[in-house]
């Protein structure tokens, strides 16, 4: 029988015989290549140590390291020639390091597995996608924090049930995000520090019965320390999984403000102007601007989260130690990675040219009863009515103006003591919306002077 040709019963869909099957279904080359600066570093630390301990001669470690330089030099320049027989990029790389010094090769892979050294380079890679995240999130802080300054006192309406709620601030508004992108900055914050701990020296699953120095080669590779125990670093995935965590919840908030952008850069809202930069036009309706980018950062949080559940699901179950399936790792974390990058990035520049319209803003915050809650307040501090009794005399006050197609500072005070007598003229001046968001001060409330006390505070913050 032809060992080359594909299965009679159901290989019909494959031009290839078994072998390429199961190479093409085991090789990750095709997308661990991009681990190959990391798996370089950890192999340059770890042919130190293993020279420093005296496991191999110094002689031999210069030849590695002058030879895992080319390498690289070879990959950045895209003169490396990847191959799928030679399935990953550990064993891509240690191969054309044969092919370069020869034998001081077979020299490096001692005291070490693929097993360890997977963990190490896919370690190195997710704590530098969280140092990006950590500075693309500082980036469309300040973006923020621009928009709040600019309109800290502008008047909006504050939603819920997207129904106009309370007149709140602009930069009110802006601060809430401001609050979101510093806990998302402090998750990857965390998880970086939970994942500083160096892998290498696990070995395959055991340990080594080699003398090495693990601490030597953790803080080669900027860590706080080793892992402590060999069998739950050759098992755990939970650095990508915390990444992804916070990646998720990150780009959840992304697409909450992505949908006020689509909201509000719509015809009936008209509260802010996307920039040309950030907008597309239709093909055939000419009076189009649409804000793609916005839908599709409000969609990211779609592959972004379904990485995030298809590693968990990967991960759940699988026993001690390190299993084939943990290959499965990468692709997942890649995606997400790149799109939560390309989303911060994206959301910074629609932040930055963002156009308020600071007039619709206030109009739509004047209408819609939104000052009925001052109104009741003002009935229970002027008039000491019970809040309960205060909010049914408002609640007639809200009908009849909307009987008269009116809002509540159009009420006469004729009008107004119809419904409870002792209401007096001083009503009026907590009707307005200026006045109903300069009352609110309460600590983390929306008024103007908490506004720029916590602008000025996240300034300091973010220096
Ligand atoms: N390509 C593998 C991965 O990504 C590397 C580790 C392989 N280890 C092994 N024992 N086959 O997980």
């Not at 293993?50 to 031999?60: N, S």
């Not at 619709?360 to 003002?378: H, K, P, Q, R």
């Amino acid at each position: 029988m032809d060992k080359t040709a594909a299965n009679q019963m159901w290989g019909g869909r494959f031009s290839a015989g078994p072998d390429a099957i199961m190479e093409a279904i085991n090789a990750s080359i095709s997308f661990d290549k991009r681990l190959a600066p990391q798996d370089i570093a950890g192999s340059r630390a770890h042919a130190a140590m293993l020279a420093a301990t005296g496991i191999i001669t110094r002689e031999d470690a210069a030849e590695i390291d002058r030879g895992l330089q080319q390498v690289l030099a070879e990959i950045e320049a895209g003169a490396f020639t990847f191959s799928t027989a030679l399935e990953d990029i550990h064993m891509n790389v240690e191969n054309r390091l044969r092919e370069i010094i020869g034998a001081p090769a077979g020299r490096l892979h001692t005291a070490r597995s693929r097993n360890d050294q997977v963990a190490l380079d896919f370690r190195l890679w997710v704590r530098e996608q969280c140092d990006a995240a950590i500075a693309g999130l500082e980036a469309l802080m300040r973006a923020f924090l621009v928009q709040a300054e600019a309109g800290a006192d502008w008047v909006m309406p504050g939603f819920t049930h997207l129904q106009t709620a309370q007149p709140v601030t602009w930069g009110h508004h802006m601060l809430a995000y401001v609050e979101m992108f510093a806990r998302d900055k402090s998750r990857f914050q965390d998880a970086r520090a939970r994942m500083n701990e160096c892998p290498l020296g696990a070995a395959a699953l055991a340990g080594t019965s080699f003398p090495i120095d693990r601490h030597m080669v953790a803080s080669a590779l900027g860590f706080d320390r080793p892992t402590a125990n060999s069998l739950d670093t050759t098992a755990d995935r939970d650095f990508a999984l915390e990444f992804l965590s916070a990646a998720s919840i990150c780009a959840m908030h992304l697409s909450r403000f992505a949908e006020e952008l689509v909201i509000w850069s719509s015809a009936q809202f008209r509260f802010v102007r996307m920039s040309d930069r950030f907008s597309t036009g239709s093909s055939i309706m000419p009076q189009k601007r649409n804000p793609d980018a916005a839908e599709l950062l409000r969609a990211k949080l779609g592959r972004i989260l379904g990485a995030t559940v298809a590693l968990f699901t990967v991960m759940k179950g699988l026993p001690l130690t390190y299993s084939k399936d943990m290959q499965e790792d990468k692709e997942q974390v890649f995606d997400a990675a790149d799109n939560l990058l390309l989303g911060l990035a994206a959301m910074e520049g629609m932040v930055s040219d963002l156009t308020a319209n600071r007039v619709a803003l206030e109009a739509a915050a004047s209408s819609g009863f939104s000052t009925a809650t001052d109104l009741a307040d003002w009935l229970v501090r002027e008039l000491n009515l019970p809040f309960r009794d205060a909010h049914h005399v408002t609640g007639s006050l809200v009908k009849l103006a909307e009987d008269k197609g009116c809002d509540l500072p159009d009420l006469s005070l004729e009008e107004m003591q119809n419904v409870h007598g002792e209401i007096t003229q001083a009503v009026y001046s907590v009707l307005g919306v200026q006045n109903s968001v300069a009352s609110r001060t309460s600590y983390g409330g929306t008024a103007p002077a908490n506004v720029r006390a916590q602008i000025a505070r996240w300034k300091e913050v973010l220096g």
